[in-house]
């Protein structure tokens, strides 16, 4: 074999024929590496692509996950401001003064003229009250004492759902117990008059029983 080789270094020509040899053994030694290459580059089948005619079908990028919202900042709270009530009506100003004063009968007109001129007011109910407490203390006549009673029976009718209500309901309850403790007052003075006037009588009919000299009681 070292013989073999050794002819063929020495030939003339060898030297080319060794160049080319060993050109030929890096071409067949490169041949399967270009064949996997070839094979990975192949053009994929015609079954991939759309008809002809079609548009290439353009594939969208990769959804991505957006960034969360960020919620708004709550807007500050608004401050109301309180509403001051409407005034009230000269009248029934009027009335009131007059009430607080003591001056009852005054008080009783202003806040009939408040009630007929201002039938639907939220201040009704306690000028229609008031009113009532104002016959009820006018005096002792069974006149102004019959309106005081009307008076309340209307505040219980009219105004249900007013805390006045309540007041006229208990007024007219102490009306009652007055009425009847009068009453009772009444029917025990009248007995002890009866009683009085037979004891007297009694008495009478004792002196002249007595003998004319026998000392008195």
Known sequence: MDRYCHSLITRPGAAARLICLAAALVTLAALPGCARKAKSQAPAPAS??????QPVPIVPPEATTPP??????????????????????????????????????????????????????????????????????????????????????KVIAAYPDSPYRMEAEYVLRLSKEIERLKAESEGKDQK????????????????????????PD
Do not use: T
Not at 207 to 214: D, G, L, Q, T, Y
């Open 68 to 153: 969360p919202a960020i919620a708004p900042a709550a807007p500050p709270p608004v401050l109301e401001m309180p509403v001051s009530p409407p005034p009230l009506p000269e009248s029934l100003r009027e009335a009131e003064m007059k009430f607080e004063g003591g001056d009852y009968r005054a008080a009783a007109r202003s806040f009939e003229k408040f009630l007929r001129e201002h039938a639907q007011h939220p201040e009704s109910a306690r000028a229609d009250f008031r009113l009532g407490i104002s016959y009820a203390m006018i005096g002792s006549s069974a006149q102004y004492q019959k309106r005081a009673m009307e008076q309340f029976r």
């Open 192 to 215: 002890l008059k009866r009683l009085s006037e037979e004891l007297e009588r009694l008495k009478k009919i004792d002196m002249e029983r007595r003998p004319p000299n026998s000392p």
């Open 48 to 53: 991939q692509y759309p008809p002809a005619g």
